[in-house]
């Protein structure tokens, strides 16, 4: 069953997808209404609606109107100032109604209660004067129907609670409402709200930073790549990873690139193995590095040299550490996987799906998201097939969409970005799935926000696009 952290998730996917919380507000209250009036015949009856500040209240003064309107006598306290404005326009449309809005009440005196009192939102011990609301709602003999989760239900199901004749919920079943009769109804959260990335992924499961963090709580990765034809590549990601939030990026070069390599930036630690490409001999340099780290980015750049692909299966049977692979490496892996204890994120685009399982990938999403899926399981690695829709999948079983990017980002480099991005957000303390969904999107959302001011873009350019893309992101979304 979903926590109420995926609620809020698919919340704010489903404003992106133009369905805001007026319109959800407005179907959940009336959702209310229609099932009470399903069930018993509302004209007359005396109703007594009391509502939390929060959007569960704003649900319960929409569910007030259209009680209002089945003909029952309906009465409204609401325990304080509505906080959203979704709320408070429901407030107002009340009020023209005529309908007079109490603060507080002395006895609870009506045939049938709706609690709007607290829905998901609620967190830690109820504080008064809720607590005191319960307790008045348990004591009376009305009928008691709760909207969403029965007021005080935390998010493990738990906690004291109205004790509901009937729970009214939206969308699915929330933790601990197999205790009460309940009815799931659709409020009309998009399909798409759950089947793609939106902003309510990185919104709610970006890890937020404490005022009092100290150096490295924000992650190390380690970037191992490059190779005489290319230096460019692992440098991409290191930028991308640092960009995405971690505090240290450390950068293992073949010493045919390490001046170049030192030379570029002063934010890298950057160290040299032997020779001009990823061989067995790097691996006793790389390893220390290992323990320094919370992930790692293997493959960019690193070429195809029978020699550089043995090593890097070698090298992925001793890394402990979550590792994305990307590019080149990828090549090495087929027919090798699973591999034991590797927790493994695979970024192919089609052609390098294709030279690590020999099938050829459908156009279609919904049909390559489901042979992503049967690969994710069978090489246990957590897969992220980039396209022009974006498909991720887990050995779990779990597969998302995203839809972010444009035509522009085919620029060479980009997907160097994208691993950056994954092991910096894994760094950073995310799942391995979740990363893998959360950089895709920021890393396509960074590509349109570039994109709406001019016509081409660069892989660097993306990289440092992340950080503005991230905060447009909590700006726009971080409030819902
Ligand atoms: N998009 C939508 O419109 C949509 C979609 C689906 C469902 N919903 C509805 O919205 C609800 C969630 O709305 P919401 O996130 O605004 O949260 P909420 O469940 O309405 O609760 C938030 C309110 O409760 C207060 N609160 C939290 N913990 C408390 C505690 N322990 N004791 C006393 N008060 C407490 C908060 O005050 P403080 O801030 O002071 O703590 C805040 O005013 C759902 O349950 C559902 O009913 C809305």
Avoid at 290 to 307: A, I, N, R, Y
Avoid at 402 to 425: C, F, K, Q
Avoid at 456 to 477: N, Q
């Amino acid at each position: 069953m979903p926590g109420v952290e995926e609620f809020r998730v698919l919340d704010i996917n489903s404003t992106w997808l133009g369905v805001g919380v007026e319109e959800l507000m407005e179907n959940a209250g009336r959702a209310v209404a229609e099932v009470l009036g399903e069930r018993t015949d509302l004209e007359g009856r005396r109703v007594l609606v009391l509502c939390g500040t929060g959007n569960n209240g704003g649900d319960g003064l929409v569910a007030a109107r259209y009680l209002l309107e089945a003909g029952a006598r309906v009465s409204v306290v609401l325990l304080g100032e509505p906080k959203s404005d979704a709320a408070r326009g429901n407030l107002a449309k009340l009020r023209r109604l005529g309908v007079k809005v109490r603060r507080s009440f002395e006895r609870l005196d009506a045939e049938i209660v709706v609690d709007a009192l607290l829905g998901t939102g609620v967190r830690g011990e109820v504080r008064e004067p809720y607590r005191r609301a319960i307790e008045a709602i348990n004591g009376s003999r009305a009928f008691k129907v709760s909207v969403d989760v029965p007021s005080g239900l935390n998010e493990r199901g738990e906690g004291y609670c109205v004790a509901a004749d009937l729970v009214v919920t939206f969308h699915a079943p929330k933790p601990g409402l197999e205790r009460f009769p309940t009815v799931v109804v659709d409020i009309g959260i998009p399909q798409e709200a759950s089947r793609c990335v939106g902003p309510g992924d990185v919104v709610v499961r970006l890890p937020k930073r404490r005022r009092e963090a100290h150096k490295g709580e924000h992650g190390r990765v380690l970037v191992v790549g490059g190779s005489a034809e290319y230096h460019g590549a692992p440098l991409l990601s290191a930028r991308a990873a640092l960009r995405s939030g971690v505090d240290l990026v450390y950068l293992a070069v073949p010493e045919v690139n390490f001046e170049v390599t030192r030379g570029f930036s002063p934010e890298f630690i950057v160290r040299k193995y032997p020779g001009e490409r990823f061989s067995a001999r790097a691996i006793p340099e790389v390893e220390p590095l290992l323990e320094k780290v919370d992930s790692v980015v293997l493959g960019p750049g690193l070429g195809v040299v029978e020699e550089t692909l043995e090593a890097v299966v070698e090298f992925l049977n001793l890394c402990q550490k979550p590792c994305v692979v990307d590019a080149d490496a990828i090549k090495a892996l087929r027919d090798r996987l699973p591999l034991k204890g590797a927790r493994l994120v695979l970024t192919p685009h089609a052609g390098e799906f294709y030279a690590l399982t020999g099938e050829r990938l459908p156009q279609e999403p919904e049909a390559r998201a489901e042979a992503a899926a049967e690969w994710a399981s069978e090489l246990g690695a957590v897969l992220l097939v980039k396209g022009s829709v974006d498909v991720i999948a887990s050995p779990d079983g779990e597969v998302r969409l995203n839809r972010t990017g444009n035509p522009a980002m085919t620029a060479g480099g980009t997907g160097d970005v994208l691993s950056g991005i994954v092991a910096g957000l894994i760094a950073r303390g995310m799942r391995r799935f979740d990363a893998a969904c959360c950089a895709a999107f920021i890393n396509g959302y960074a590509g349109d926000l570039l994109t709406e001011e001019r016509r081409s873009l660069t892989a660097l350019e993306l990289a440092d696009a992340i950080p503005h893309a991230i905060k447009d992101i909590f700006e726009r979304f971080g409030r819902i």
